[in-house]
């Protein structure tokens, strides 16, 4: 997820929820960061660790500000999916990308493509720091602290180091591809 999703994440939260329901969100969200800090988004594709924001009926609980990652993500075949996620070798050939579910792909590209132009936006006009965060770890740091956070973010401080995902990368060719060019 990028700076501003998690931002807004936070705020439809805090806008939403009591405290109570706030205060076991926030519970939920530090012991998913705490089994999952560290791990390759192929480690986190796991039914032993689902998403902090996931409802006891299975549903997204934050669904009307789930981040673009999540909105581009789309199957045309539940039975596929869940098999892909629950069979560890079939879950071994999709991560290896041997094997695909179907989908559509006009949500995922325009989820790649939206996430892009944020990207440069944000570097090129303001000079933000437009490299990726993990969820749980980017939630984590900001229900600590959110105006704090979001304060430092925008004086060009990185206050979300510590949600750099294993996935990240400082080859400066993809960060030049990506529109990271620090």
């Keep these: 997820m990028s700076v501003p999703e998690a931002l807004a994440l936070e705020a439809h939260i805090s806008a939403t929820r009591s405290p109570e329901q706030r205060e076991a969100l ?63 070798s079939a ?34 006009l303001h000079g933000l720091d437009t490299h990726p965060l993990e969820l749980t770890a980017a939630m984590r740091i900001l229900f600590d602290d959110p105006a704090r956070v979001a304060d430092e973010w925008l004086a060009g401080r990185d206050p979300f180091q510590a949600a750099r995902g294993a996935d990240s990368t400082n080859n400066p060719r993809v960060n030049v591809l990506s529109g990271r060019r620090r």
Excluded: I, W
């Design 26 to 88: 926030v519970a939920r969200v530090r012991q998913a960061d705490d089994r999952t800090r560290g791990l390759t988004s192929a480690q986190r594709l796991s039914p032993e660790l689902p998403c902090p924001f996931l409802e006891d009926d299975g549903r997204c609980g934050v669904y009307e500000a789930r981040p673009l990652a999540c909105r581009g993500t789309n199957s045309l075949d539940a039975a596929a999916c869940a098999e892909l996620l629950r069979d560890p």
């Design 91 to 124: 879950r071994a050939a999709f991560v290896a990308g041997d094997r695909t579910f179907p989908c559509y792909l006009e949500p995922v590209r325009a989820f790649h493509a939206l996430s892009a132009g944020m990207q440069l936006a944000l570097d090129e």
